[in-house]
C-alpha cells in the first residue's frame, strides 16, 4: 500500500480526479477514514472547539497539534497527514521553521497548513526551501476571527476576489503544494482553482474545486451548536459513521457535493 504524496494528489488534479479530505483528532477516526478511501486526513486546530470545548480555535497549542497529529500518524498507512499551525505559531518565518519542524519530527505530519495571503510568503518560502510541504489557507482564516470580525464569506467584491486570486498565485510561486480556500463564492473559487496547477481544496467554496474538506464532526452531524450552511450531515441518511464517511467520499468523487444549496 503506497503512501499518498502531494506528487499523487498533483496527478489527480490533472487527471480531473477529485480528492477528498477530512479532519480527524483520534486513532479510532482516522483508521475509519482511510479505509472509506479519504486521501488527505486534517488533524486541524478545529479539534479547539470539537474536542476541547473552546468558542475559537485561536487556544490550541503546538503541543495540542502535536499530540493529536502523533495519535492520527501512528495508525495510518496510506493517506497524506496535514497539520495545522496554531494561532502565533508562525508569527515569522524562523519560528514557523521551529514548529512546522516539530510538527513533522514529532508528530509525523507530511505537510503543514498555515492561514493568512500576502503577509506569509517568505514564511511559505522559508518552509519550502527546508523541505517541508505547505498548504496555504487563503479566504476565512478562523485564527484572524477576532479582525474579520466573525465568520463571514470572503471575497464577494471585485477587489476582495482579486486579491485573494493574487494571494494564491503568490502561494503556489513561493512552493505551496496545496491551497485551501474557505468560505469563497464558487465563482471565484472556480477561477482560482483553473489558475493554479497545484491542487484546490474547498470548504464552503463550490464544487469546482480540486477537493473538499469538511470538520468531521460536521459532517457527522454530531458538532456542538449550529452547523455551518456549508457542511451536511451524511450521518443521518447513513446510519452510522463507516457507511457516512463512504457516503462522503463517493459524493465528493461524483461531483454531488457540494451542491448548489452549498454555495455561496
Known amino acids: 500500500m503506497s503512501r499518498i504524496t502531494v506528487s499523487t494528489l498533483r496527478k489527480m488534479k490533472q487527471a480531473g480526479e477529485k480528492i477528498t479530505c477530512l479532519t480527524t483528532y483520534d486513532a479510532s477516526f482516522a483508521q475509519i477514514l482511510e479505509e472509506a478511501g479519504v486521501e488527505i486526513l486534517l488533524v486541524g486546530d478545529s479539534l479547539g472547539m470539537v474536542i476541547q470545548g473552546q468558542d475559537s480555535t485561536l487556544p490550541v497549542t503546538l503541543g495540542d497539534m502535536i499530540y493529536h497529529t502523533r495519535i492520527v500518524s501512528g495508525v495510518s498507512k496510506k493517506a497524506l497527514i496535514m497539520a495545522d499551525m496554531p494561532f502565533m505559531s508562525y508569527a515569522t518565518p524562523q519560528q514557523a ?21 500576502a503577509a506569509m510568503v517568505k514564511t511559505v518560502h522559508e518552509l519550502t526551501n527546508h523541505g517541508i510541504p505547505v498548504c496555504a489557507h487563503l479566504g476565512l482564516l478562523p485564527q484572524s476571527v477576532n479582525k474579520l470580525g466573525g465568520y463571514k464569506v470572503q471575497g464577494r467584491d471585485e477587489k476582495a476576489a482579486h486579491d485573494m486570486l493574487v494571494d494564491a498565485r503568490a502561494m503556489e510561486e513561493a512552493g505551496a503544494d496545496i491551497v485551501l480556500l474557505e468560505c469563497v463564492p464558487s465563482v471565484l473559487a472556480s477561477e482560482i482553482t483553473a489558475a493554479l496547477s497545484v491542487p484546490v481544496i474547498g470548504i464552503g467554496a463550490g464544487s469546482q474545486c480540486d477537493a473538499q474538506v469538511l470538520v468531521l464532526y460536521d459532517m457527522l452531524g454530531i458538532t456542538p451548536g449550529k452547523r455551518p450552511s456549508f457542511s451536511k450531515d451524511f450521518m443521518q441518511e447513513a446510519g452510522d459513521v463507516r457507511s457516512a464517511v463512504v457516503d462522503y467520499v463517493q459524493a465528493v468523487k461524483s461531483g454531488t457535493f457540494p451542491a448548489d444549496e452549498q454555495d455561496f
Request: aromatic share 4%; net charge positive.
Open 97 to 117: 521553521l521551529f514548529s512546522a519542524g516539530r510538527l513533522l519530527k514529532e508528530g509525523g505530519a507530511h505537510m503543514v497548513k498555515l492561514e493568512g495571503g
